[in-house]
């Protein structure tokens, strides 16, 4: 597997640009930086892997709350926080959104921050999260769904909403660590998570953003079934 960070150079010449661009990324916070090693700057690789997929994106970027409603639509839902000529109009442009491009519009819809935590403390907190991404593939039924096998992994990843998330960071005395191993998605209130388990169509947005190639590619997969399915619906 993969490390989860890069230097500046690998992930300039993943997104094509130059290692002052990836410089200035870093600063603007586009990019998220993951230490150090020696006097070399390393850039966090998921977050590299989300401003490539966003790059793919024709048009405006979308806010937090059209994201989840895109989601929620197409997974059979009708996202209230958005108007019926919003959903009209939303509706109309899934139909012509290709899985890459769908990732890079719903990839606004949560602000990720990595916490270090002692391994018992990590059992602790995946209580209070949502698991998604490789985390969720500890589940065997689920990880065979995704054509994976059940995936061993120390890094806990899930959603936790805004208001919550600071009262576990404190709770648990979480330290912001850009090569933690847990990782939290801070949500606003108006998503689609309100659920016992992470919706698929969630998690293989986020494998989208794995270090791990075939969790990246069993996560398209996943997403591009998912939507072809909602559009063959929609036209039936």
Known sequence: MAEDWMTTEEAGELLGVTRPMVRKLLKDGTLLPAGTAGRALLVDRASVLRHSNRRKL??????????????????????????????????????????????????????????????????????????????????????????????????????????TAPLIVDGLSLVEDPKGKVVLRIVGEKHNLKTPRTPDVVVAVDLMESSNSRERAAGEHMLARILEQWKAGRNV
């Open 58 to 163: 024709s048009g405006r970027s979308w806010n937090a709350e059209t994201a989840w409603a895109a989601l929620d639509l197409i997974t059979g839902g009708t996202p209230r926080w958005i108007d019926a000529t919003a959903r009209f109009r939303l509706k109309k442009r899934l139909m012509t959104m290709a899985p890459t491009e769908l990732a890079a519009a719903v990839s606004t819809k949560d602000e990720v921050k990595r916490y270090r935590l002692a391994p018992a403390g990590v059992v602790r907190a995946a209580d209070y999260v949502l698991p998604t991404g490789t985390t969720a593939l500890k589940n065997g039924e689920l990880a065979e769904r995704f054509g994976l096998a059940e995936v061993r992994t120390d890094v806990l990843e899930g959603y936790l909403d805004k208001n």
